[in-house]
């Protein structure tokens, strides 16, 4: 075909034929110059700007102002509503007419009452059709939309913010309040489709060539056959194209062999529940994203798009009614495809076990109810490293099939595998698929396809993958660019395959092939982002007492609702302050990566659970049987008995203390005269030092309150190493390499300083009785200030550091350090209804790799026969170290919170040395102790009673609520602590009619016999199993 002489010269030919769709050069001759006919202006545009984000029939109502494109608008977060009237000329008669629309900031078309696309530069989105052939009149759906020679209004929402917020500088720059936003161009157009599509394959042509080099002779064949439709194509004569685009077509049609990968091509838009804007602007994010990918699925049926967070969806049902309507007839058709099954994208390591299963709890009801089905997926592209105990909490919730990529952004080490069988703690797995492209926002370029291939690790092994494409965080999702692009090259030689596909069918084919596919056993840490576990403390305390206010809140009402008929479970309150708290667990509001607008957003949002769920809390308390009496009662929520000095409530300015001793799941009564035998004792000494016991243990202090010695006093066993100082805290520099919130790096532990600087010396507070305490204050540096308060209980084996620091720091991170007497190559800590150990040394890059972990309650190093456990109140960051245990307490990046954790801090962590296992000396019950308060109410108890009680410390009985959706049921969840297998019973005083195993969906499972004897029921775990019941009560 190619008549005239072609030099060997690939450089000229490769640049010619860019040249020939450049945007930049020649636009005046070539074929780009002529994507755009004829300009013709708008009739009028007029503007209202609103501080506030108003609906549309508000929006209407107000006064607006003439302006014109070239004009500015703001300042940030501001919302300009944009009238704009329209006549398209009668002359344009057959032709694609658009409004074009450029602006800074993010703008949705409403027209006829309703949103009809999203616009946004960012996203490429910069073009309302008004009509693809214009005829006298046109519509979509019920709507009218243009036509000829008649007046159309329509409103343009514009939100004075970016894809990315407003950062000043710097992406993740704190937010530049005073930012203005211009409106750039705004005209109707005539769109030429018939050079779209011709630039569609030059581009595609152009990119195999690039893409596949010299080495592959496929990329010369694109090459010759590109510079030939140049030859062919005249830009001033579009009788021309045809010519022009059947070569292409012709090269795009000669298939591959059978053996090719196949690419199942998904769209999607990950829309960040919040991060660098405001919850109450994702809202709008997901309304502009969702309604521009109905318009693209009304024009491509193929077209399938991938959404997650039932909370998004909820979101856009309660605010845009007919946007939702739209979506469920798509949902019905198999076009939008719900996925993930959560309430949110949520933290993979912070939030509870718990909290992890009511995120599918809420998530999959939502979907079932809404959409009639259940997920079968579990998506979290985007967070910040994986339980080990999701696996089974997937399962347990009807999931079996897990999409993430984040591991890609491993710092030090690649992970081996991108399709695989993921083992938790309790052995369940699931099918794990990582996209090899390495990322959830691909834009369906030939680079997507052959990166696909390539990074793929399971070659020969896994012959399907996934290409998730589509602009996130209010981009829009994909354009019709890419869905071209992918319909280009559904079977092209030298590409993989690309088929449009949903996660069941991809997941379907990995399902039927998977003999050869390997397996990774435990958590998928991420190595990177490990600032995460400790920024924005205040947060991270919220979270945690939120999960304990709500747990107590639950048990609470489950035994009013068995003491008293009246009493009525608050389960929609508790459906309310759940969503909140699940909705602040998402992936960048928990983990701390959010602007401070977000910050004060969720703050508000605890103290909205925190109010009600106390009030909840007293209003159950009230309920239980006691005679009206100025007598107080404490309330025990955990399942074994408690033996611990409380306060009581004052009536003067004096605190009174109590010893009390309350069953498992039960409530007694305070003795206000009850003492232990032995009184606790703090001494000071005449060279400066204090001496604390309580007959468990013994406790040297020094001027710094730094612990020189701590005894277990039964063994005679120091826990402190020799020489060293327990309690030191220490100031490191933490200046990461980009992102502030998120990350510290290694090189941080190189700057290590010890706080020694003494405000007020250890000095005894409090000694004899059933309590001891000590206080001394340090400076940090500056302004910077800790304040404690040591103290030791009577009948208590741990030693509690109640602290308040005073933060006003840079790049700064405080730790505390206890180096101990132990010495083991591992440290366990406690995950999610369960614990797992990571190394102490640093052997290979895996290992320190992990020089920054989480944990949750407590982290134990123990030797032989005896042992150390860290607990905390609040805190997820940690480091075992040799035998250095460190806890890490707050951090101060100026991005992209430049205020974050900044002022004052309060909260306890707590020294328990052990004899034997941490499992033998009931370290998790300590550390569940520590962080569920016995609750003091007024009332008296008769006697003690307890509701429940499991017959082995194995099992914790951790959930006690009433069950979704069913009348006169309980649910108790219940798990195996220790990683044994036991068997135990269950007693209750409630009055069973039946019990049914059933799953985390609260789903009976009949299958699984119960076996009732007279003391209760039996129950048999493995290790790490969670078991959940629902109690069919009388
Ligand atoms: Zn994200």
Not at 362 to 389: I, M, R, V
Not at 785 to 799: F, G, K, R, S
Not at 827 to 838: D, K, P, S
Request: net charge negative; with cysteine.
């Amino acid at each position: 075909m190619y008549h005239q002489p072609v030099l060997k010269n690939r450089r000229t030919l490769l640049e010619r034929v860019e040249k020939f769709i450049s945007d930049i050069y020649f636009t005046d001759c070539n074929l780009r110059g002529r994507l755009f006919g004829d300009i013709y202006p708008l009739e009028s545009i007029s503007v209202f700007l609103s501080e506030k984000r108003i609906p549309y029939s508000e929006a209407i109502q107000q006064n607006f102002q003439p302006c014109k494109v070239g004009d500015s608008f703001g300042p940030t977060w501001w919302t300009c509503w944009f009238k704009v009237n329209l006549k398209i000329p009668e002359t344009w008669g057959g032709k694609e007419v658009h409004l074009r629309w450029e602006s800074d900031g993010e703008g949705m078309v409403w027209q006829n009452q309703q949103p009809v696309q999203g616009l946004t530069n960012e996203g490429e989105k910069t073009s309302y059709i008004l009509t693809e052939c214009l005829k006298d009149s046109e519509s979509h759906g019920l709507v009218e939309i243009c036509s000829i020679d008649k007046i159309i209004t329509l409103y343009v929402e514009l939100a004075c913010n970016g894809l990315f917020g407003a950062g000043q500088g710097s992406m993740i720059a704190a937010p530049d309040p005073n930012r203005k936003f211009t409106l750039q161009k705004a005209e109707l157009v005539v769109f030429n489709r018939d050079v779209m599509e011709l630039l569609t394959d030059f581009e595609m042509l152009l990119d195999m060539v690039k893409v596949l080099g010299e080495g592959e002779q496929r990329g010369f064949q694109a090459l010759f056959t590109a510079n030939e439709m140049v030859n062919l194509c005249d830009p001033a004569n579009p009788g021309s194209f045809a010519a022009a685009r059947s070569l292409a077509q012709k090269f795009f049609a000669q298939k591959n062999g059978e053996s090719q990968h196949v690419v199942h091509a998904m769209g999607h838009c990950h829309i960040d529940s919040a991060w660098l804007w405001p919850y109450e602007e994702t809202i709008r994010k997901c309304a502009r994203s969702w309604v521009t990918v109905i318009r693209l699925m009304e024009k491509n049926p193929e077209f399938v798009f991938t959404c997650s967070q039932a909370q998004q969806f909820q979101w856009v049902k309660s605010w845009y009614p007919g946007l939702f309507s739209e979506i469920k007839h798509f949902i019905q058709k198999g076009q939008f495809i719900p996925v993930g099954g959560t309430w949110v994208e949520m933290d993979g390591n912070l939030p509870s076990g718990e909290s992890m299963v009511r995120q599918f709890l809420h998530g999959q009801n939502f979907f079932k109810d809404e959409f009639g089905n259940y997920c079968k997926e579990f998506w979290l592209p985007d967070t910040f490293g994986y339980s080990a105990q999701l696996p089974q909490i997937m399962k347990g919730c009807g999931i079996s099939r897990f999409i993430t990529q984040k591991l890609s952004w491993n710092l030090i080490n690649t992970f081996p595998h991108n399709t695989f069988f993921w083992e938790g703690i309790d052995g369940t797995a699931v099918l794990t698929h990582f996209p090899p492209g390495n990322s959830y926002e691909m834009k369906g370029k030939v680079e997507d396809l052959i990166n696909t291939v390539k990074n793929n690790k399971d070659k020969g092994r896994a012959n399907h993958s996934a290409l998730l494409f589509g602009f996130g965080d209010g981009g829009g999702g994909p354009t019709q660019l890419m869905l071209d692009r992918l319909h280009r090259v559904k079977d092209t030689d030298c590409l993989p395959k690309v088929q449009m596909s949903t996660p069941d069918v991809l997941f379907s084919h990995l399902e039927s092939d998977s003999s050869l596919l390997c397996r990774w056993v435990g958590e998928l840490f991420l190595e990177l982002h490990n600032g995460t576990y400790t920024t924005q403390a205040k947060i991270k305390m919220k979270n945690r007492q939120c999960e304990t206010l709500l747990h107590d809140v639950e048990v609470a009402s489950c035994l009013a609702l068995s003491k008293k008929d009246s009493f009525k479970y608050p389960a929609c309150r508790l459906q309310e302050l759940w969503r909140l708290l699940l909705l602040n667990q998402f992936h960048d509001v928990i983990p701390g990566s959010c602007i401070g607008m977000v910050v004060e957003d969720a703050l508000q949002y605890y103290d909205e659970i925190h109010t009600t769920a106390s009030r909840l809390l007293l209003d159950a308390c009230k309920s239980l049987p006691s005679s009206p009496d100025n007598g107080i009662a404490v309330l025990n929520t955990l399942s074994w008995e408690r033996t611990e000095v409380i306060s009581l409530p004052m009536k003067d300015t004096e605190t009174r203390l109590a010893l009390v001793r309350v069953p498992s799941v039960g409530v007694a009564h305070v003795k206000e005269t009850a003492e232990s035998a032995e009184s606790v004792i703090a001494t000071m000494m005449v060279n400066g030092t204090i001496i604390m016991e309580n007959g468990l243990l013994k406790a040297t202090i020094d001027h710094l309150g730094r612990l020189m010695s701590l005894l277990l006093i039964q063994t005679n066993r120091e826990t402190i190493s020799e020489g060293c100082f327990g309690n030191q805290f220490a100031l490191f520099d933490d200046v990461p390499l980009y992102w502030d919130a998120w990350d510290v790096m290694d090189y941080h532990l190189q700057t290590r300083k010890p706080v020694i600087e003494v405000i007020e010396p250890a000095k005894v507070l409090k000694s004899g009785g059933i309590q001891a305490s000590v206080s001394f204050s340090l400076r940090i540096n500056g302004k910077s200030t800790i304040q404690q308060e040591i103290v030791l209980d009577a009948c208590c084996p741990y030693i509690k550091f109640k602290t308040h620091v005073v933060w006003e720091e840079a790049h700064k991170f405080l730790k505390v350090e206890f180096p101990v007497q132990v010495r083991s190559p591992e440290a366990t800590y406690e995950i999610q209804f369960g614990h797992l150990q990571r190394p102490t040394h640093r052997n290979t890059s895996w290992d320190w790799a992990r020089f920054e972990v989480w944990g949750h309650k407590w982290a134990d190093l123990s030797e032989h026969g005896f042992g150390v456990a860290l607990l905390n109140d609040s805190k997820y960051g940690y480091s075992v170290h040799q035998n250095i245990m460190t806890l890490s307490l707050l951090r101060a990046p100026k991005a992209p919170d430049l205020n974050a954790d900044m002022g004052d801090h309060i909260f306890s962590y707590a020294l328990m040395p052990h004899t034997g296992t941490f499992q033998e000396s009931a370290v998790i019950q300590y550390a569940y102790n520590f962080n569920y308060p016995l609750r003091v109410h007024h009332g008296v108890i008769p006697k003690p009673w307890s509701a429940f009680s499991v017959s082995s410390p194995a099992i914790i009985l951790e959930t006690i609520k009433k069950a979704e959706k069913r009348e006169n049921a309980l649910l108790i969840r219940l798990y195996e602590s220790h990683g044994s297998r036991v068997t135990v019973t269950l007693s209750t005083s409630f009055l069973l009619q039946e019990v049914w195993h059933c799953d985390l969906l609260e789903r009976p499972d009949f299958r699984i016999p119960v076996s009732e004897t007279t003391s209760g029921i039996s129950l048999t775990f493995k290790p790490f199993q969670i078991r959940s019941l629902l109690l069919i009560i009388q």
